[in-house]
């Protein structure tokens, strides 16, 4: 009852919320997409109820409400433009797929994807949304790794391992866990006070072992890239040999001899039947691409081919993201996703440098370092949590294929949204103080009285110098 309780009320306050601004819908929609109620709580919520397309017809409705306000606009950055021909690319490999009716449900997957990518490209118009949308995908991350935790704690459930979790399987809801992490970690170094930054690193341990306990590899290697990526990036650098310190020891506490010996086993691909059906799938996806090089075979119409390429059986999944999209839709497709990624790092990476990389002003700076445009240590943090959450999602793309995989997409989108974003703000703020400085510099002083002499004609002298 009190999950539906629950649902109740934040489809209320989503509501309530979408009527002041539209973004409040679309928090609430990837809210609900990340959380995903129906497999969290499928025996105390009414069947049938599509809590997404609730959320989504609400920022429908907050953006028509909008409308005569003007309070959002579309930023044509190059990571949106991408995107958008992304999904070009995508809808004409459906058109010409070889067999249509394979792709049909995944061109629909893809259809929500983008259509919410636009809207959440129209209504982030501000940094604390940015923010808000970090501290949201912290906590719906971090509660489905305490459900899991609890579960196999209380019940001896591994039910992450068995059944995945919301259509997902063990390796999605893996890599889920890992891109999670980053988040926990900039969270952490956003919030001030101590118990929020103990509640993030707590959150991030949850999810560590959520992670092991899916015994996904790809997901594993994926999670030690992104944090490699944090702890590199981290500074003061004693600070980070203690964080790295801090993560080996709470692996090696946390994983058992079976996790050890799973992720272990990378190096052993040669006697490892699943290894060996992955590498026979990534050499058909790669045939398979050059033979139909401009559209590919259709979306998701690789599973059902692949066995024409040397794939071990029908049905088989690429288990490489950047290989399924150039089976499916192409070569050309594939190139501008790998863009889109690496645009995406690069232009957080901007937004680091303009923000001070969150220092604390401008006695941090080195000889050699470039001024900021503002130092913002909390859109500094944000944007290096985003980059290692999308750098682990680049390195779990390798193992995995997710092309409808909302979390990365998303990244994405805020990723092209910063850095607009960081110089309107700071540079109106610094505008805005310059031309102050500028008013103060140049306003005439206030005239001053003339002297007057004191009654009898004697000038005022000093009194030092009076007789």
């Known amino acids: 009852m009190k999950q539906l309780v629950f649902m109740l009320i934040l489809t209320l306050a989503g509501m309530f919320g979408a009527v002041i601004h539209p973004f409040y819908g679309v928090l609430l929609y990837y809210g609900l997409a990340f959380l995903r109620p129906q497999a969290l709580w499928g025996w105390a919520l009414p069947q049938g109820v599509r809590w997404s397309l609730i959320a989504?017809?609400?920022?429908?409705?907050?953006?028509?409400?909008?409308?005569?306000?003007?309070?959002?606009?579309?930023?044509?950055?190059?990571?949106?433009?991408?995107?958008?021909?992304?999904?070009?690319?995508?809808?004409?490999?459906?058109?010409?797929?070889?067999?249509?009716?394979?792709?049909?449900?995944?061109?629909v997957e893809y259809g929500k994807v983008f259509v919410m990518l636009i809207i959440a490209s129209l209504v982030i118009d501000r940094l604390r949304h940015v923010h808000l949308i970090g501290g949201m995908i912290l906590l719906c991350i971090g509660y489905i790794a305490w459900e899991m935790n609890a579960r196999y704690v209380f019940e001896g459930s591994m039910d992450i391992l068995t059944r995945g979790y919301a259509g997902f399987d063990n390796n999605g809801v893996g890599l889920l866990m890992a891109m999670g992490i980053p988040f926990a970690y900039a969270l952490a170094r956003m919030l001030s006070p101590w118990w929020l930054r103990i509640a993030c690193l707590g959150a991030g341990v949850l999810m560590i072992n959520a992670l092991?306990?899916?015994?996904?590899?790809?997901?594993?290697?994926?999670?030690?890239?992104?944090?490699?990526?944090?702890?590199?990036?981290?500074r003061p650098r004693l600070h980070a040999a203690g964080f790295a310190l801090i993560c080996v020891l709470a692996v090696g506490i946390l994983a058992g001899p079976q996790v050890r010996q799973r992720f272990l086993s990378i190096g052993n691909y040669h006697g490892d039947l699943s290894a060996q059906?992955?590498?026979?799938?990534?050499?058909?996806?790669?045939?398979?691409?050059?033979?139909?090089?401009?559209t590919g075979v259709g979306v998701r119409n690789s599973n059902h081919f692949g066995i024409n390429y040397g794939s071990d059986h029908i049905g088989r999944t690429t288990h490489n993201q950047f290989l399924q999209t150039a089976a499916d839709s192409g070569i050309p497709a594939m190139l501008v996703y790998l863009a889109i990624c690496v645009w995406s790092m690069w232009r957080l990476q901007q937004v680091r440098r303009m923000t001070g990389n969150g220092r604390r002003g401008p006695e941090d700076d080195g000889p050699h370092d470039a001024p900021p445009l503002a130092y913002d240590r909390?859109?500094?943090?944000?944007?290096?949590?985003?980059?290692?959450?999308?750098?682990?999602?680049?390195?779990?793309?390798?193992?995995?294929?997710?092309?409808v995989f909302e979390l990365p997409?998303?990244?994405?989108?805020?990723?092209?949204?910063?850095?607009?974003?960081?110089?309107?703000?700071?540079?109106?703020?610094?505008?805005?103080?310059?031309?102050?400085?500028?008013?103060?510099?140049?306003?005439?002083?206030p005239p001053t009285a003339p002297a007057v002499d004191p009654p009898g004609g004697m000038a005022l002298i000093p009194r030092e110098f009076a007789g």
């Open 56 to 107: 989504a017809l609400v920022t429908a409705g907050g953006i028509v409400l909008a409308l005569p306000r003007k309070t959002w606009r579309l930023r044509f950055n190059g990571v949106a433009v991408l995107i958008l021909l992304f999904g070009l690319l995508v809808l004409v490999s459906v058109m010409l797929a070889q067999d249509p009716k394979l792709g049909q449900a995944w061109a």
């Open 212 to 234: 092991m306990l899916s015994f996904s590899r790809g997901a594993m290697v994926s999670a030690v890239v992104g944090i490699g990526w944090l702890i590199s990036q981290h």
């Open 277 to 294: 059906s992955r590498m026979s799938s990534w050499t058909a996806a790669w045939k398979m691409a050059w033979d139909h090089p401009w």
């Open 378 to 403: 909390s859109t500094a943090v944000i944007a290096l949590g985003i980059q290692g959450s999308l750098l682990t999602f680049m390195a779990g793309g390798l193992f995995l294929s997710l092309e």
């Open 409 to 445: 997409w998303l990244l994405m989108v805020l990723a092209g949204a910063l850095l607009p974003l960081v110089r309107e703000t700071h540079g109106k703020t610094l505008a805005d103080a310059s031309e102050k400085k500028t008013e103060t510099r140049t306003r005439p002083a």
